[in-house]
T-cell receptor, first 111, second 116 residues
Framework: ELKVEQNPLFLSMQEGKNYTIYCNYSTTSDRLYWYRQDPGKSLESLFVLLSNGAVKQEGRLMASLDTKARLSTLHITAAVHDLSATYFCAVDIWGAQKLVFGQGTRLTINP | GAGVSQSPSNKVTEKGKDVELRCDPISGHTALYWYRQSLGQGLEFLIYFQGNSAPDKSGLPSDRFSAERTGGSVSTLTIQRTQQEDSAVYLC??????????????FGPGTRLTVT
């Protein structure tokens, strides 16, 4: 059974600081997704990582994938308050046709 | 263009009643998915549709849950004899394909179900 674990689950940080959220998964997977969720809102797609070594960047967020280590990271650079949200990673497996989500990381960025 | 839409946005029902939740996927998307998000269980996969058929129903929590999709478009998730543990946000997603580089799931706003 595929398991996806994120850490930390809660993260409080100051504006301007850098930090990384980690996503580990238990079985081989071809692709990994990062989503953002604001309170009371649905999931917004941030990144789709399709292969080993994939790196994608959007603004202050950068995601990477290491399929050999079964690890993805979401790096936040010089955080700003607007990035406060819950971030989920999700993994799928060929043939399973479903996403398995991590527990989510609740990120709070303080002025 | 229009995204995935769901209705109702909020539903409060009494224990034991039946409820129907509706999902309108993005036009042209062949795949449709239902998930449930609750405090205790996080985000759980329920069921997916390939066209109008649902090859995998193993994620449905009990036989009180059923889903159908008609015309390769709209889907309805039905919960019979609702229980308090059914309270959650039910999310629908759609995708233009099942694999390949265009495989990405786009989520709707969700239906918040509260069973009293």
């Amino acid at each position: 059974e595929l398991k996806v674990e994120q850490n930390p689950l809660f993260l409080s940080m100051q504006e301007g600081k850098n930090y990384t959220i980690y996503c580990n998964y238990s079985t081989t997977s071809d692709r990994l997704y990062w989503y953002r969720q604001d309170p009371g809102k649905s999931l917004e797609s941030l990144f789709v990582l399709l292969s080993n070594g994939a790196v994608k960047q959007e603004g202050r967020l950068m995601a990477s994938l290491d399929t050999k280590a079964r690890l993805s990271t979401l790096h936040i650079t010089a955080a700003v308050h607007d990035l406060s949200a819950t971030y989920f990673c999700a993994v799928d497996i060929w043939g399973a046709q479903k996403l398995v989500f991590g527990q989510g990381t609740r990120l709070t960025i303080n002025p | 263009g229009a995204g995935v839409s769901q209705s109702p946005s909020n539903k409060v029902t009494e224990k034991g009643k039946d409820v129907e939740l509706r999902c309108d996927p993005i036009s042209g998307h062949t795949a449709l998915y239902w998930y449930r998000q609750s405090l205790g269980q996080g985000l759980e996969f329920l069921i997916y549709f390939q066209g109008n058929s649902a090859p995998d129903k193993s994620g449905l929590p009990s036989d009180r849950f059923s889903a159908e999709r008609t015309g390769g478009s709209v889907s309805t998730l039905t919960i019979q004899r609702t229980q308090q543990e059914d309270s959650a946000v039910y999310l629908c997603a759609s995708s233009p394909a099942f694999w390949g580089d265009s495989y990405e799931q786009y989520f709707g706003p969700g239906t918040r179900l509260t069973v009293t």
